[in-house]
């Protein structure tokens, strides 16, 4: 039966998907220039037959094909940039996850002062301005096009969603490197720019979020679509998010409770849910990205690289599901501290779905970093289940449970420590935990810092919720620095004031000459 209606989900998702993001070529011949992102070759290719944007975006078709291509684009399987940066920069780089015995995984996990030219970091920036690059096409072209079957209504829609994948962008951009090049139009003749700094960042992000949140529907005209795509209530989460990072925790929570009050979203019963592959585009889901297996729009085989090898049930918990059964070493291993959180907080329920331990050894290829010879290891069990390593398993990007906990977050910070306390423990009760006994302001706030560690593992919040939560970027470093394996001995981290952001990629530094690097790298 669970075989019958996997099957029936992947079918539905190839009969609407293929029509829609299989667009790429419309967009990847309008965007003659990739700004900062690309190499100095393509830089010097000529655009292939010449064609401009203005003869790409002639009739409402041309529109929807871009902005399906925008989606598209960002979903590919050769994109590793979800991969990378959903739990490398929020989960490795903090206290969660380790990153195995690569050397570049190390070099991020520890903030080690040599890691501008690893493989991840360049991911993390240079895909996102080809995304940016993408949205900015879509911008620019859209309110061009005179068509008399395309309604304003209908291109506003399709503004609003390119406003918010490029504030989108922007913002995990700031987040991961601080001060960053903005680029706003395909029509910019500055093809290398200086750094803007995190404060205009996030500026920007804000602005675009604005604008998404007026042109876009509370809900497209399915459920698929109102999950797969941007809506207002996914740009009010984005909204809620950069007024955390910047502290207005008035207007964070504002926006918090314009998506919770929206009538759109609720918490799904069963928190398994979100993750087994059988219930995707669930009521929980805000933006819920895209895969398909077997295709161009297949995931990537992030996985199977923090999957152990095999069949899941040969290790502790016999839980179904099977991964790539090569012995090669994972990254994302968990760290013991965090499996004690789950085990301390008494939460059998999201720990069954977050992650598999292995007791046995011999079924694991090495000795992972951060464990002792003979300790049970833990490994990510909550973003993928299966042995294909281009699987058709959709990435929840933003969900109702993290906008609750941010809401909470706001209003303990503004006073209102009550009403924080009804909404941590709302969440808290979907997976069968008794109330939270904090009832002091200081209390609730590490309250709900626990609560999201546990409820949003993996899932691109952890380092910026430590960094907000001691609002001192010296006692976060001093906080990063003291980690140590389960033995008590060091993990050995150097983060510095310098190096809470990472490195831009050397390749950039060496095509822009107007980049400057951040000290100590």
Not at 438 to 443: E, H, I, L, M, N
């Amino acid at each position: 039966m669970m075989k019958n209606l996997k099957n029936n989900l992947i079918n539905f998702k190839n009969n609407i998907v293929k029509n829609q993001f299989n667009s790429r070529i419309i967009l990847a011949l309008t965007l003659i220039v990739f700004y900062s992102c690309t190499s100095e070759d393509f830089l010097e290719k000529t655009p292939l037959n010449e064609l401009t944007a203005e003869a790409s975006y002639v009739k409402k078709s041309d529109a929807e094909a871009a902005i399906g291509a925008c989606y598209g684009m960002m979903f590919d399987w050769n994109q590793h940039h979800y991969k990378w940066t959903r739990t490398i920069f929020s989960d490795m780089r903090a206290d969660n996850s380790h990153g195995g015995s690569g050397a570049m995984y190390m070099a991020a996990e520890r903030h080690e002062p040599n890691a501008s030219d690893y493989e991840p970091g360049g991911y993390a920036w240079d895909q996102p301005f080809s995304y940016i690059a993408a949205a900015n096409s879509v911008l620019d072209n859209v309110v061009n096009i005179d068509d008399p079957n395309f309604s304003d209504a209908e291109k506003n829609v399709i503004l609003g969603q390119a406003y918010f994948l490029r504030g989108y962008q922007y913002m995990q951009l700031a987040r991961i490197f601080g001060d960053v090049p903005l680029h706003l139009s395909t029509d910019d003749k500055e093809i290398y720019k200086p750094q803007s700094s995190q404060a205009e960042v996030f500026a920007q992000v804000e602005a675009d979020m604005l604008l998404a949140e007026n042109l876009l529907p509370l809900e497209h005209s399915t459920n698929f679509l109102t999950r797969s795509r941007a809506t207002k209530g996914a740009a009010q989460t984005m909204l809620a998010k950069v007024y955390a990072e910047t502290r207005d925790f008035d207007k964070c929570a504002e926006y918090a409770a314009k998506v919770i009050n929206s009538g759109v979203y609720q918490l799904v019963d069963t928190f398994d849910h979100l993750w087994d592959g059988f219930h995707e585009f669930t009521t929980e889901a805000i933006w819920e990205g895209v895969h398909i297996a077997g295709g161009q729009q297949a995931s990537t085989y992030h996985q199977v690289q923090m999957l152990p090898p095999g069949s899941m049930s040969q290790y502790d918990g016999n839980k179904p599901g099977e991964s790539w059964p090569v012995a090669y070493p994972r990254f994302n291993t968990l760290h013991s501290e965090l499996v004690a959180a789950f085990e301390t907080m008494g939460d059998s329920i999201r720990s069954y779905s977050s992650y598999v331990t292995v007791s046995d050894r011999s079924l694991i290829s090495e000795h992972p970093y951060g464990y002792s010879e003979n300790e049970p290891i833990s490994h990510v069990y909550k973003l993928g289940r299966t042995a294909g390593i281009f699987d058709g398993m959709n990435v929840m990007i933003l969900r109702l449970a993290d906008v609750i906990l941010l809401r909470a977050e706001a209003l303990n910070q503004s006073g209102k420590t009550g009403e924080a306390i009804a909404l941590l423990n709302q969440v808290r009760a979907r997976v069968k935990l008794a109330p939270t006994t904090a009832t002091s302001k200081a209390d609730v706030a590490k309250a709900i810092l626990d609560e999201r560690r546990l409820e949003l593992f993996m899932e691109n919040n952890r380092y910026w919720d430590l960094k907000r939560y001691y609002n001192n970027d010296a006692a976060f470093v001093q906080y990063l620095n003291s980690l140590s394996e389960s033995s008590g001995k060091s993990l050995e981290y150097k983060a510095t004031l310098n190096n809470i952001f990472m490195p831009i990629p050397q390749k950039e530094m060496d095509i822009n000459e107007f980049l400057i690097q951040r000290p100590g790298y």
